[in-house]
């Protein structure tokens, strides 16, 4: 898990490298759809570097990336790449599919919803505000566990809750820190 964080911090720093001028309520359509083309191809690579639980059901930071995308990026690029990363999580298939797929549409539905409760601009978010947007969309995560087959989903929980709830929310913050930068 830490492993898949850190490739996601990493490629989120090489396009915040590229788009470091971006800023998310600037850009036309065409722009949003490329950035969410680009966010959707981190996702999927994220995903395809999962660590397995148990067959079919795998566990990576595409809720990072797409938690941090809505608050960040807005609806265009939120939904392309949940979008994007539930199609993959569709086709690899497995008895995870529900929860994979549950946890996607949770992540960017909290990103999106939280961008627009805000009534300050994001270049505020604190680091508190940022790990608790983290827990936020981990313990949805977590409750996405039931999405599981009941033989697995206890099993599942017990095994996860802890290293999910250390690292995500952590990643989370760190991911969103480094896009408040390109903010300011």
């Keep these: 898990l830490v492993q898949n964080a850190a490739l996601l911090l990493a490629t989120a720093l090489l396009f915040d490298i590229f788009a470091s001028r971006w800023r998310a309520e600037e850009l036309y359509i ?9 966010l959707g191809g981190i996702g999927m ?10 067959p079919g059901i795998v566990f990576d930071t595409r809720s990072v990336l797409i ?7 807005g609806t265009i690029p939120a939904v392309m790449t949940m979008a994007m990363t539930a199609a993959l999580r569709l086709y690899q298939g497995g ?7 549950s946890v996607i549409m949770a992540s960017g539905i909290i990103g999106l919803v ?16 940022l790990l ?20 697995v989903a206890f099993h599942v929980f017990s095994n996860i809750a802890a ?5 995500y929310p952590m990643a989370t913050a760190l991911l969103g820190s480094l896009m408040i930068r390109r903010l300011v």
Excluded: D, Y
Excluded at 114 to 129: D, G, I, M
């Design 30 to 38: 065409l722009q949003k759809v490329f950035v969410g083309l680009i």
């Design 45 to 54: 690579v994220v995903m395809l570097t999962s660590w397995t639980l148990l």
């Design 67 to 73: 938690g941090v995308t809505g608050l960040f990026f």
């Design 95 to 101: 008895s995870g599919v529900w929860m994979g797929v």
């Design 114 to 129: 939280w961008r627009h409760a805000r009534n300050k601009r994001l270049e505020t978010l604190s680091w508190s505000e």
């Design 132 to 151: 608790a947007f983290g827990i936020v969309v981990h313990i949805a995560m977590l409750i996405m566990t039931f999405f599981l087959p009941r033989e």
């Design 163 to 167: 290293p999910v709830m250390l690292i």
